[in-house]
């Protein structure tokens, strides 16, 4: 099945800061790659999606980008603000089936 | 739009007793997804359902858990003989079960066994 792997499990940067979280995945016929922020005590909630046709996409602050090649893809979050502080989990999936994913990504703001 | 529908929000259950958990999809969603996140892990996903059907129930345990989504009504995970290992945050996620659309996840429900 398919594997997603997710570095750093830790993350700490100064406010204004960019951040950088990374995903690698085994199966190569995955096409759907969302992003999910979690705060403590809630739901995941997804914030921003990228597609296997596609090879970055940006909404404000954040950003993602896929290495088909490589089977990678990154989220890159700019000009970091105190509310960007949770876990981050990528996830991947292939046609309709489950989302599998990462371990997740404590990123942590520091003012 | 309601979202995706879960509750209870917090269920205590003594060891060996039954947990019965609720999910009702957004409206217009047929697919149903089933996560357990133990307390500071990931999501580790565990059956997903159609109508009356299971479609993938890859990730459940074999033994004391069940899932079911009825034509009628919400999708119900049923955890018999609770342990303590199975404290956790169940959520559920819906969506329109094609490839173009990500899930919608509920607010989950934290069972705690004492």
């Known amino acids: 099945g398919e594997n997603v792997e997710q570095h750093p499990s830790t993350l700490s940067v100064q406010e204004g800061d960019s951040a950088v979280i990374k995903c690698t995945y085994s199966?190569?016929?995955?096409?759907?790659f969302p992003w999910y922020k979690q705060e403590l005590g809630k739901r995941p909630q997804l914030i921003i999606d990228?597609?296997?046709?596609?090879g970055e996409k940006k909404d404000q602050r954040i950003a993602v980008t896929l290495n088909k090649t490589a089977k990678h893809f990154s989220l890159h979050i700019t000009e970091t603000q105190p509310e960007d502080s949770a876990v981050y989990f990528c996830a991947v999936r292939k046609g309709a089936q489950k989302l599998v994913f990462g371990q997740g990504t404590r990123l942590t703001i520091n003012p | 739009n309601a979202g995706v529908m879960q509750n209870p929000r917090h269920l205590v259950r003594r060891r060996g007793q039954e947990a019965r958990l609720r999910c009702s999809p957004m409206?217009?969603?047929?697919?149903v997804y089933w996560y357990r996140q133990l307390p500071e892990e990931g999501l580790k996903f565990m059956v997903y359902l159609q109508k009356e059907n299971i479609i993938d129930e890859s990730g459940m345990p074999k033994e004391r858990f069940s899932a079911e989504f009825p034509k009628e009504g919400p999708s119900i995970l049923r955890i018999q003989q609770v342990v303590r290992g199975d404290s956790a945050a169940y959520f559920c996620?819906?969506?329109?079960?094609?490839?173009?659309?990500?899930?919608?996840f509920g607010s989950g429900t934290r069972l705690t066994v004492v």
């Open positions: 996620a819906s969506s329109l079960g094609t490839e173009l659309y990500g899930y919608t």
């Open positions: 199966d190569s016929a995955s096409n759907y």
């Open positions: 990228i597609r296997s046709n596609v």
């Open positions: 409206k217009g969603h047929s697919h």
